[in-house]
């Protein structure tokens, strides 16, 4: 409890502030490192799928060939929405997609097969078993939202998933009707890998809270997915994106650039909260936005980007390089994903972690309560009503 006495430091934004142990990812910002479960992710981002890096972020171990197997069954298994959660999305339709994805996984909770487990201090085992089997659920269920949503507001029916694809190819067969090609489904494959975990970052912090109250996973992915909507957590892909749609044309790139500096305006896709060096998950992406751009004929967004990195490279001196969504978000336009549902596809991904990280708050019974500092009036006097001016 704050006394008056007392002066308290205020860590803003609760910067460097370690609250809990994780074995979940470990990042050092100032070389631009980042691991899954001890595993780098350039390692896994060249060699491993989603599907087998979800598998090692909740179990802790790579799988072997029959683990991994099954976990895909699992995964496919719990593709389909059930209808009245479809009819929720129908009801929501014309709200932001991630508005809709909140509010469709609130609603998966009243259908989960395991919504009665609860947390029982005694005997806790199988509750975190029930919310590792819940959040598996939610990662092969919440492409199914993004995708139905899309459906629905474009006045198209809904596709079914295919239990034949993996899960990055289901999610575009069920987004667009048509099987995409090998490409295709490695780059959102990868883009979803990339996105599974990042330490204690907002939305997983907000999942965290939640979880430390020994609320059910779906209200911490719920948390999780509220936090993650506000533009200073997950919305630099779509930023940059229209930032490149403003400029219009390679040959803009300078003047745009000294005006929005002058104007003392951010450059969306440039700095990181936590690294000061390259983020390690834009490597994987750089060359393939080059590459998608080529084939799709439309080379100029790369050449855009590739322009304002250069342009850029004075601010390196102060930590300030590109991080993953600078990338993504030509990407995702050249899928022809919309722009309002790139966050939705960083969320996608995110499940996993986010999962990881609540299973991991469960076991520390921790219940997250910082404090504020009082600055407001003290000991004031209630004045009645027929005396207030």
Known sequence: MQKLEEKPVIHDGLKGIYFASSE???????????????????????????????????????PTLAELAAFDAELKANRALPEPVIEVI????????????????SALAAFDPETEVKFERGNPQPFLDASLRKGIRMTA?????????????????VVQPRNDLAHGANFLYMLF?????AEEARLVDLDFLLHAEHGSNASSFGARVAASTYADIHCAIVAAIGTLKGPSHGGAAEAVMQMCLEIGDPANVESYLENRL????????????????EDPRARHLRQRSRDLGIKKGQPQWFQMLQLIEQKMQKYQSRGIFVNVDFFAG????????????????????????????????YAQYDL??????????????????????
């Open 24 to 62: 979940a990812s470990f990042i050092d910002g100032e070389i631009g490192k980042l691991l899954y479960r001890g595993y780098s992710i350039h390692d896994l981002a060249e060699n491993s799928t989603f599907e087998e890096t979800a598998y090692l972020l909740l179990y802790k171990k790579l």
């Open 90 to 105: 129908r009801l929501v339709q014309k709200s932001h997609p991630m508005d809709v994805m909140r509010t469709a996984v």
């Open 141 to 157: 269920q919440v492409p199914s939202i993004v995708a139905a949503h899309q459906r629905i507001r474009t006045g198209q029916p």
């Open 177 to 181: 009707g048509k099987e995409p090609t």
């Open 262 to 277: 002058s104007r003392g305006e951010r450059v969306m896709g440039f700095g990181h909260r936590v690294y000061r060096a």
């Open 330 to 361: 030509s990407i995702y336009y050249l899928l022809d994903i919309p722009e309002d549902m790139f966050v939705p596809m960083f969320a996608i991904g995110r499940v996993p972690g986010w999962t990881l990280q609540c299973l991991e708050h």
């Open 368 to 389: 997250l309560r910082p404090l504020t500092v009082y600055t407001g009036p003290m000991d004031v006097a209630y004045v009645p009503m027929d005396q207030r001016k």
